[in-house]
């Protein structure tokens, strides 16, 4: 493990952790804006703004970026799935016994007073407690019918689709696409907004190096850091750490639009592989430099974490998110399916030591 995983690690485990609401307000003012829109135009107009407006932040040594707060491992208030919980238990997160957050008394108000009142009846936990009947309603007073403390993944997503357009590739797709099906044209205006977001995450990203990089002693870093994000937001990823830095925007966005658990990245050394043996023999990489990259994004991967209820927490203790990674096994033909990344991934996991 480098010196800067360490330093890295270090740093993430001894912040404090904090309950937000800054995407929850975010999300509260577009919806209250614009009532009555589509509800896949209206989660899309949230998730772009949330990644124009999110404040974001660079930690210091940092290779691979993108979080949903500024807090390094903060967990998010989502309002859509549901909130009762929270208005609930909201006062007790830093003193309840697993998993406490902290949150600061001007967001327990702004809560209180701004975003429950708006979101009561409309959540999906609303929604279904008025659609399930007294039968189901009884049940589930002794049983779990819905998780609604957060979304639920538990997929893959195509993660080797996205290496190969880039979120401007995919917008261009969408717009061809939507002048052949005009009748779906809600369904594309609404991935169109939001990978446009997503272009303007990764452009903010950049701007953000850039500004650091005039007075920081690692200027290069950060400017290389702001090159590849701009290069991202314009086009496929070409190189290994522009195909992880994209893996990880991915995630991260992945993660605002639904805080939903277990997105798994899946078969890393497989997609990954192509970028890394092509730098590896033009030289621009070596192992040791793909080995810190990887450490640091499994790094990234361990600063999501869930904000549950306390009976979550007690069920889910230790913040499990479910970024699985599946590496060698077979190929469609049967033959071993290991290569140079199974072995470095191998290797940051034993360094790193985290789930």
Known sequence: MSLRVQKLKQAMFAEERFASIEQAKIVTDVYRAHDGLPRNILRALALKEALARIEIKITEGERIVGNRTTGVRAGVIFPESGLSWVDREIESLPTRPQDPFHIRQEDIKAFHEEIFPFWKGKTLEDILDE?????????GKVAKINQTDHAQGHICPNTERWLKYGPAGLIAEAKAAREQHPEKAGFYDGLILSLEGACLFMRRYAALAREMAQTSPRKEELLEVARVCDALSERAPESFREAVQASWFLYVILQMESNASSFSPGR???YLYPYYEKDIASGTLTQEDALELIECLF????????LRSSASAKYFAGFPIGFNVAIG?????????ENELTYLFLRAQEHLLLP
């Open 299 to 306: 790094l990234k991967f361990n600063q999501i974490v869930y």
């Open 329 to 337: 096994g077979q190929d469609e033909a049967g033959k071993s399916a």
């Open 268 to 270: 890393m050394d497989q």
């Open 131 to 139: 659609r399930i009947g007294d039968e189901m309603r009884a049940i």
